[in-house]
């Protein structure tokens, strides 16, 4: 998972994500059922709604079975949050893996799909593992068609993928969960579009691949429509009515509507009523959740609302704008380690950036408090010097207006606090504890023996692979510098230099986007009260509550569901066999 280069026009659109941001009640958004005949302003089979990745790969999948599709997106470029993202794409027994020989099998993916996505219900001995049947069956819809749409979409000549190396090694990317022992195929299951990808531009080749392929085949793409209700004829959804610069244009879909509109992580509303503290996002700023009351009105049952694709953001440059550049994926540094407001570590730095911040959202029973809400990112000079440009990390430390220094770990400690007094309109007055100082002084020492010894007793760091190729990937020595390469037993720690002088960021918690919203089955189409299909209804990706609710089972793990479960809907909406 990397970022494009940033295109001055989706900076403004970031910019504009404050602006977006809003709640509900400000975006006029619901349902219609018609009573007197409607006028339609333009009629075709299916209507997508959205242009990332999931709404693409429906309306490509669509036209590919000879349908007529009008696709309407509400921003002035298409692309979505997929457009920004590294196009990575993550896909089971995908035909990369078949081609080498590999057999990543059905019994084994599901069960690691299942043990890492609900490691509360997974059962291994029963035939759903535990599941309930309909989240079964998503996971197994993901299996059997994820290899397929990937094939489907090389022989409609829409969208190429290749498997995706990590360069430094040329050796594939491990999952994110590679040590479970469910996990048989730990590497070779991450995709990347065949071209547009090493120049870090993986999302906006993913994304503008399928537009174009789309657009040559005469499809229509309307911008700045944005969908504001589904109308229904009985229980039946038959189009959408969408506002253009304040203009209604009401489009006929005869064989239904999909929507791939992403997540909210910029609906301040709804974040605040399913996922509070969470203070930014990285998503591009049409995350605003349009979806959840189009579906709901239209009878839509919600699934899980509380999850999302986890990062965490810096603090200080959420509270600027919430719909941040980057997340704080992987940690750069060795020499570094987090710690919370009691100066304690609270899990392996180098875990993935999706578990990691969960560790934000733990209750500490007896204080009545979430002692790790706000992290500190704790690092010495040869990180800095090592590590400058791997975010957050600066390359040029006069540039960072959000890195706090000090001599030594008692003057770090004072500037820390010094700086959440400044923050405490914005933190609820979230403080450190009095003697944060000495905590801090004490797990350095304790972290500075770990480090020579190549052991981390408290939390595994660097134990597994992930640790090691994901921080190696993300953590490139900065040219120029003049520290040595590491020569600790395990190279994801190095000791922090006791004389300082130290460096800090506060982490917060954040999302790549939201992953929750309207509940659909294993064909994508959206369930109402009952559990039953609306019929002519689909969603795909980040607007759905996703079958891999809080798991990123690899990178690419949002854009491989998103795909496959748009495929999904194009099928089913055409009549072809799912
Ligand atoms: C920096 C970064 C890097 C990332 N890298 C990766 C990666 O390599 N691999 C990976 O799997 N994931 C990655 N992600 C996450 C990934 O980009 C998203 O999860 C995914 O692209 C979402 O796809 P989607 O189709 O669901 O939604 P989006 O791509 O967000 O598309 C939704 C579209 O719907 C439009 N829309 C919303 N409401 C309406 C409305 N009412 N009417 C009309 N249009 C509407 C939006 O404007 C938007 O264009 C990354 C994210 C970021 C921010």
């Known amino acids: 998972m990397t970022s494009s280069p940033k295109l001055q026009a989706r900076r403004d659109l970031l910019k504009r994500g404050a602006a977006a941001a809003g709640g509900l009640a400000t975006l006029g958004l619901s349902t219609t059922v018609q009573a007197a005949p409607i006028k339609w302003d333009h009629e075709t089979d299916l209507v997508c709604v959205g242009s990332g990745a999931a709404a693409c790969a429906a309306a490509v999948t669509a036209v590919g079975q000879g349908a007529k599709v009008i696709l309407v997106e509400k921003m002035p470029l298409p692309g979505g949050t997929t457009g920004k993202s590294g196009g990575v794409t993550w896909i089971p027994n995908n035909p990369f893996l078949k081609a080498r020989g590999i057999q990543d099998e059905k019994a084994d993916c599901l069960r690691y799909?299942?043990?890492?996505?609900?490691?509360?219900?997974?059962?291994?001995?029963?035939?759903?593992?535990?599941?309930?049947?309909?989240?079964?069956?998503?996971?197994?819809?993901?299996?059997?068609?994820?290899?397929?749409?990937?094939?489907?979409?090389?022989?409609?000549?829409?969208?190429?993928?290749?498997?995706?190396?990590?360069?430094?090694?040329?050796?594939?990317?491990?999952?994110?969960?590679d040590h479970l022992p469910e996990n048989k195929v730990p590497r070779g299951r991450a995709l990347e579009p065949s071209v547009g990808a090493s120049s870090a531009g993986g999302g906006k080749s993913l994304a503008s691949q399928m537009e174009q392929w789309l657009t040559a085949r005469g499809t229509p793409i309307l911008l700045e429509h944005r969908v504001t209700r589904v109308i229904k004829e009985g229980e039946r959804v038959v189009g959408i009515e969408a506002d253009h610069n304040g203009k209604r244009v009401r489009i006929k879909a005869r064989k239904g509507v999909v929507f791939g509109t992403g997540g909210y992580a910029h609906n301040t509303e709804l974040i605040g009523q399913h996922q509070p503290g969470i203070y930014g996002a990285c998503a591009m700023p049409g995350s605003t959740g349009d979806f959840i009351p189009i579906a709901a009105t239209a009878g839509a049952r919600m699934g899980a609302l509380g999850t999302a694709w986890r990062t965490q953001v810096v603090l200080e440059e959420a509270l600027e704008n919430r719909a941040v550049g980057l997340g704080a994926f992987v940690l750069p540094g060795d020499s570094m380690i987090v710690v919370n407001k009691y100066g304690q570590r609270i899990c392996n730095e180098k875990i993935n950036y999706n578990d990691r911040t969960n560790t934000h959202f733990v209750f500490d029973t007896q204080r009545k408090e979430y002692p790790n809400q706000f992290q500190f990112m704790i690092f010495d000079g040869r990180s800095l010097d090592a590590f400058g440009g791997a975010f957050p990390i600066p390359a040029d430390k006069r540039a960072s207006r959000f890195m706090i220094e000090g001599a030594t770990l008692a003057e770090l400690s004072a500037n820390i606090a010094t700086r959440l007094e400044k923050l405490k309109d914005k933190t609820a007055g979230f403080t450190l504890t009095p003697n944060f100082a000495e905590r801090l002084a004490e797990t350095v020492s304790r972290f500075n023996g770990y480090a020579r010894a190549g052991k981390d007793p408290e939390f595994d760091r660097g134990v597994h692979d992930y640790d090691k190729d994901w921080q190696a990937l993300f953590s490139p020595v900065r040219k120029g510098s003049t520290q040595p390469a590491n020569p600790m037993p395990n190279v994801t720690m190095h000791p922090l230099d006791e004389n300082g002088p130290f460096y800090a960021f506060i982490l917060a918690p954040g999302a790549l986007d939201t992953n929750g919203g309207p509940a659909i089955n294993e064909k994508a189409q959206v369930l109402d009260g009952a559990g039953k299909p609306i019929p002519g209804l689909y969603g795909a990706g980040n607007c759905v509550a996703s079958p891999a609710r809080g798991a990123y089972y690899g990178a690419g793990g949002t854009i491989g569901i998103a795909l496959t479960f748009g495929y999904i809907a194009a099928l089913h909406a055409t009549g072809a066999r799912v």
């Open 113 to 177: 799909l299942a043990r890492y996505a609900f490691p509360r219900e997974y059962t291994p001995n029963s035939p759903t593992l535990g599941l309930t049947p309909g989240d079964y069956k998503l996971i197994e819809a993901f299996y059997d068609n994820g290899s397929v749409m990937v094939e489907h979409m090389a022989k409609l000549g829409a969208l190429n993928f290749r498997e995706f190396k990590m360069w430094f090694v040329d050796t594939y990317a491990p999952d994110y969960a």
